[in-house]
């Protein structure tokens, strides 16, 4: 069964530093998206992706945040200069579209970033 | 904006137990409906959804019915297992957006 994946895993990293995350999203889907989950806390939606651009964004995804499918199958998720805050979980997904808006988005199993 | 309140756990039940996790919302419009299940280690799966008020999404003996007049969509299961430990999520949609809104999710403890 095809399933969306990420990499790495976890990834430590100094504040100020950039991080780039990666998902490679179900190869026939058309929307693409991130979401994280700072510990004990919700899942919050950062972002979707349409059409090589930016379709909706929550107040979450500044400008320190950005989004790119750089080729035919990634979907990155960059932040610029990593903040003790933006450690969480981060989730990976994709929709193939078809019956909006009641498509299902499916995850990955995330990337556990870590600022120190 | 929307809003969703999750019942808070974490629900500890037997084997063979009857469960319920309540999940209400605030939403314009018509939403759809989705409970998604994150078991140990593993990502956000989609358990099941429903569409418009009325329907019934059901999946692996889990059922959920789109209360609109009470703006609820209260999962349950007749017999939980112990594979079904894990942390449930509802999560509704907004009508002409993308982003799902996540509750606070439940952890559900199933104990032999």
């Known amino acids: 069964e095809p399933e969306v994946t990420q990499t790495p895993s976890h990834q430590v990293t100094q504040m100020g530093q950039e991080v780039i995350l990666r998902c490679v999203p179900i190869s026939n889907h058309l929307y693409f998206y991130w979401y994280r989950q700072i510990l004990g806390q919700k899942v919050e939606f950062l972002v979707s992706f349409y059409n090589n651009e930016i379709s909706e964004k929550s107040e979450i995804f500044d400008d320190q945040f950005s989004v790119e499918r750089p080729d035919g199958s990634n979907f990155t998720l960059k932040i610029r200069s990593t903040k003790l805050e933006d450690s969480a979980m981060y989730f990976c997904?994709?929709?193939?579209?078809?019956?909006?808006?009641?498509?299902?988005?499916?995850f990955g199993p995330g990337t556990r970033l870590t600022v120190l | 904006g929307n809003s969703v309140t999750q019942m808070e756990g974490p629900v500890t039940l037997s084997e063979e137990a009857f469960l319920t996790i309540n999940c209400t919302y605030t939403a314009t419009g018509y939403p759809s409906l989705f409970w998604y299940v994150q078991y140990p280690g593993e990502g956000l799966q989609l358990l099941l959804k429903?569409?418009?008020?009325?329907d019934k999404g059901s999946n692996k003996g889990f059922e959920a019915t789109y209360r609109k007049e009470t703006t609820s969509f209260h999962l349950e299961k007749g017999s939980v297992q112990v594979s079904d430990s894990a942390v449930y999520f509802c999560?509704?949609?907004?009508?002409?957006?993308?982003?799902?809104?996540f509750g606070s999710g439940t952890r559900l403890q199933v104990q032999p």
């Open positions: 429903a569409t418009k008020a009325d």
């Open positions: 997904a994709s929709s193939d579209g078809a019956g909006a808006p009641t498509d299902t988005q499916y």
């Open positions: 999560a509704p949609r907004q009508t002409g957006r993308r982003a799902l809104t």
